[in-house]
């Protein structure tokens, strides 16, 4: 393939590059990457409410899809069915840790314990953002990352999110008033 050819991946729809992939295309692969990334991490990260399981997530997801791509049905939106995935990928390592957090904290080790207060330690410095998370219903977190992490139009997530423009624009508001309460109360903001 030419250097002009592959510069056309950049014009493509991701319905096109979703084709392709399904075909083993490894270029279309990595402009579908790139032209969806900032939104699946910000969807995941509205549901895991952790950038590192987040981050992880999204690995898996991309895994996931192009391992998957040959039985994607073209439905005109590429996204919502990766968006599939990556909740289903959510919701599987959700049940892996409630398993995992039945062992007590006095099973672990202590080199797992020092690796899990590093990790507490490592996260001070985004309590703002934690705390957003956890005082937003689910569906606000995504509504509120996705426009202002991944940089979508209220349009574009309720087509993604498969849900009347109305419905984002309200719980947009309601989310954003949400969190100037919760700034105001916890940091003294007027």
Known sequence: MTFEQSKDYGHMSDE????????????????????TD?????????IARSPQDAEELMQETYLKVW?????????????????TIARNLCYMRF????RESELGLDELSDREL??????????ADKVVLHAALR??????????????????KHREIASSLQMP??????????????????????GGYR
């Open 16 to 35: 096109m590059l979703m084709e392709l992939v399904s075909a083993g295309d490894k270029e279309a692969f990595g402009q579908l990457y790139q032209n």
């Open 38 to 46: 900032k939104t699946i991490y910000s969807y995941l990260l509205s």
């Open 67 to 83: 391992t998957s791509a040959a039985g994607y049905r073209a439905q005109g939106k590429p996204l919502a069915w990766m968006f």
């Open 95 to 98: 049940r892996d840790q409630r």
């Open 114 to 123: 020092g690796e899990f207060c590093a990790q507490i330690e490592d996260a």
């Open 135 to 152: 005082i937003l219903k689910e569906d606000e977190r995504q509504i509120v990352l996705l426009h202002t992490a991944a940089g979508l």
């Open 165 to 186: 423009l109305a419905t984002v624009l309200s719980k947009y508001n309601r989310a954003m008033k949400k969190l100037q309460a919760h700034l105001r109360e916890e």
